[in-house]
């Protein structure tokens, strides 16, 4: 998909990747929809700002109303924090799955329309490298993401027809201040390694778009997905 002159609705713009995404998205020739529920904390000079509560059918419908002329959906807007699905609180782990799968289940339903009418265009889901293993401490999380592999493959094949490439970007840890707080506050040493820089990550993401790659994987993405053909682990790191 080429970007210069493409027009692009992210998800979650307010801090993290999604803001790299709307900058980076900016500075490759896209118009620039930066997107979070509260919209007064996006600072993406050059973007328009536009509310989304991707959990709301209402907000994604106001959203799709309003960005009419979207050809790139970029799903990154998700909750983290669900814990571990035995003993977590059973309200946490809806959320996650509801913000990880549904959420991104809402929006591309809203949008694929709107793409078809525009040439076909691009879904762009963010995944984990923990769909292809697991967290202990949040499995939650990681079954969230392993639903949502499961959801970006199926809508890949339904969008075939109206030609709207959909990819899955499969990172592993991601230098966001999200997990630098958590880290900090667990006690949690990270070397420097395995954790890849967000502005890196979304470089890396939006090349593999251009290049119509279907699954774009980080080293640890790719090592997290070799694991599959064995049995099951946890990630580690």
């Known amino acids: 998909m080429n970007l210069q002159g493409a027009t692009a609705l992210v998800t979650g ?16 020739g896209a118009k620039v929809y930066a997107t ?7 600072d993406v000079p050059g973007a328009e700002v536009l509310r989304l509560d991707i959990t709301d059918q209402a907000s994604v419908d106001a959203a799709a109303q309003l960005a009419g002329d979207v050809d790139l959906l970029i799903n990154n807007a998700a909750s983290t924090a669900g814990g571990n699905l035995v003993t977590g609180d059973l309200d946490a782990i809806r959320m996650v799955m509801e913000s990880n799968y549904y959420g991104a289940l809402t929006t591309i339903r809203a949008f694929a329309p709107i793409l078809a009418r525009n040439g076909g265009g691009a879904i762009l889901n963010v ?22 592999w499961g959801l970006t493959n199926g809508v890949r094949v339904e ?26 506050n667990a006690g949690v040493e990270l070397p420097d390694d395995v954790v890849t820089d967000p502005a890196d990550l979304v470089r890396l993401a939006l090349d593999g ?3 119509d790659e279907i699954e774009i994987l980080d080293r640890t993405g790719a090592d997290a997905k070799a694991t599959l053909s064995g049995p099951p682990r946890a990630f580690t790191w």
């Open 127 to 148: 995944l984990s490298a923990a769909a292809w293993t697991t967290v202990d401490g949040n499995t939650a999380y990681a079954a969230a993401k392993s639903a949502e």
């Open 13 to 28: 713009t307010n801090r993290g990747i999604g803001h790299h995404f709307a900058v980076q998205l900016l500075e490759r």
């Open 209 to 211: 778009l251009e290049a």
């Open 159 to 184: 969008l075939a027809d109206q030609g709207t490439l959909v990819s899955a970007l499969v990172p592993g840890l991601i230098g966001t201040q999200t997990l630098l707080d958590y880290a900090a």
């Open 36 to 42: 979070a529920r509260r919209p007064e904390l996006v």
